[in-house]
């Protein structure tokens, strides 16, 4: 079995913090795909701003500024330009990213990839697409966010619900503009439906911190919609979710060019809930297109396919048990075993 040490600099979390708190994705990404690494025999580390040392289902958190191990089989550096050449006697290095790689177009990161020579990991086809083929690093590699056991393996309720929508995503990532179609075009041919905002700033950390007013803003125009079906419950831990989830019929998220992944369509998909997307960055990997959901173009059509599903049982059952069959094949298992072969290669 090989040592394992995944470097991060953002914001402050460990592996209890998914259990009691609202986390983001990438946050979430690292410690389940720490745990997986571990619960499969590495000796894994991870190194970042964590408050305390503490082992957690088996793996070794601890502050990165008290340091690094001197070597190990696997460095993974995650995201931070800083952590790419951490740890120079490391067998093997990989640079696992997450946004669109765009930011990569500066000095600082250029320098150090081109020094290093990392593996860099996308986490999708769409994401792969955002770094020129021109720029320095090493083998490239696509390995999707896993999606949680939790959802993977969750029991669904065998009964129809009712016509209850949820966004589960950023509220930057326009939840301003499916406000307006949910009252414009939606919520007029659907009178009882209703649309659950899970989402605000806490999930975010201090980087949510920084945009807290401008969610504010957005969140607040949700709230002052209530009369129009629309419930702001905020963002809640993992287990709630999946209880919510239970009593969903449609997911709904436009989608943003920035999407990288979205692990919110993602899980919503694990638990057999119907989503409709539209043609933008990552999320029409995430849905079968007629299957699984609707990736559609436009507002009418977005709006078109949500009402299909909000008010047709017959073809929520069909997509619901469609995404049930096909939506749960990829998980931390899977992701875990292609970062092993980064120890190989």
Same mark, same amino acid.
């Given at each position: 079995?090989?040592?394992?040490?995944?470097?991060?600099?953002?914001?402050?979390?460990?592996?209890?913090?998914?259990?009691?708190?609202?986390?983001?994705?990438? =946050?979430?990404?690292?410690?389940?795909?720490?745990?997986?690494?571990?619960?499969?025999?590495?000796?894994?580390?991870?190194?970042?701003?964590?408050?305390?040392?503490?082992?957690?289902?088996?793996?070794?958190?601890?502050?990165?500024?008290?340091?690094?191990?001197?070597?190990?089989?696997?460095?993974?550096?995650?995201?931070?330009?800083?952590?790419?050449?951490?740890?120079?006697?490391?067998?093997?290095? *990989?640079?696992?990213?997450?946004?669109?790689?765009?930011y990569l177009m500066k000095w600082r990161y250029l320098s150090k990839l081109w020094r290093?020579?990392?593996?860099?990991?996308?986490?999708?086809?769409?994401?792969?697409?955002?770094?020129?083929?021109? *720029?320095?690093?090493?083998?490239?590699?696509?390995?999707?966010?896993?999606?949680?056991?939790?959802?993977?393996?969750?029991?669904?309720?065998?009964?129809?619900?009712?016509?209850?929508?949820?966004?589960?995503? +950023?509220?930057?990532?326009?939840?301003?503009?499916?406000?307006?179609?949910?009252?414009?075009?939606?919520?007029?041919?659907?009178?009882?439906?209703?649309?659950?905002?899970?989402?605000?700033?806490?999930?975010?950390?201090?980087?949510?911190?920084?945009?807290?007013? =401008?969610?504010?803003?957005?969140?607040?125009?949700?709230?002052?919609?209530?009369?129009?079906?629309?419930?702001?419950?905020?963002?809640?831990?993992?287990?709630?979710?999946?209880? =919510?989830?239970?009593?969903?019929?449609?997911?709904?998220?436009?989608?943003?060019?920035?999407?990288?992944?979205?692990?919110?369509?993602?899980?919503?998909?694990?638990?057999?809930?119907?989503?409709?997307?539209?043609?933008?960055?990552?999320?029409?990997?995430?849905?079968?297109?007629?299957?699984?959901?609707?990736?559609?173009?436009?507002?009418?059509?977005?709006?078109?396919?949500?009402?299909?599903?909000?008010?047709?049982?017959?073809?929520? +059952?069909?997509?619901?048990?469609?995404?049930?069959?096909?939506?749960?094949?990829?998980?931390?298992?899977?992701?875990?075993? /292609?970062? /092993?072969?980064?120890?190989?290669?």
């Amino acid at each position: 079995m090989s040592v394992i040490v995944i470097a991060d600099d953002g914001i402050e979390f460990d592996g209890r913090t998914p259990e009691t708190s609202p986390l983001g994705g990438v =946050e979430s990404s690292v410690v389940n795909l720490a745990q997986e690494l571990a619960g499969r025999g590495h000796t894994v580390m991870v190194r970042n701003n964590c408050a305390e040392a503490i082992v957690h289902k088996g793996v070794d958190w601890a502050p990165i500024k008290d340091g690094l191990p001197d070597t190990c089989d696997l460095y993974i550096a995650n995201r931070g330009d800083k952590l790419i050449g951490r740890m120079p006697e490391a067998k093997a290095r *990989a640079f696992w990213i997450h946004n669109p790689a765009r930011y990569l177009m500066k000095w600082r990161y250029l320098s150090k990839l081109w020094r290093f020579k990392p593996t860099i990991v996308f986490i999708g086809d769409y994401h792969a697409t955002t770094y020129p083929a021109w *720029a320095p690093g090493g083998p490239r590699r696509v390995i999707p966010y896993g999606i949680p056991d939790d959802f993977r393996t969750a029991d669904v309720t065998d009964e129809t619900p009712g016509p209850r929508a949820v966004f589960t995503s +950023n509220p930057l990532r326009s939840l301003d503009w499916l406000l307006d179609v949910w009252v414009q075009r939606i919520r007029p041919n659907v009178s009882d439906a209703e649309l659950h905002v899970f989402s605000g700033a806490a999930t975010y950390g201090s980087v949510g911190d920084d945009k807290a007013r =401008e969610m504010q803003t957005v969140l607040d125009k949700a709230t002052a919609m209530a009369d129009q079906g629309v419930v702001l419950r905020g963002p809640v831990p993992k287990a709630q979710l999946i209880d =919510e989830f239970r009593s969903a019929r449609v997911m709904l998220y436009r989608g943003d060019i920035n999407e990288t992944f979205c692990l919110a369509v993602g899980e919503a998909q694990a638990m057999g809930v119907p989503t409709v997307v539209e043609r933008l960055g990552s999320v029409p990997e995430r849905i079968i297109d007629g299957v699984t959901g609707f990736v559609a173009d436009g507002d009418e059509n977005f709006a078109s396919a949500a009402v299909r599903l909000l008010g047709d049982d017959g073809l929520w +059952n069909i997509h619901h048990k469609d995404a049930l069959k096909h939506q749960r094949r990829w998980g931390w298992a899977e992701a875990a075993a /292609e970062f /092993e072969k980064l120890v190989r290669d």
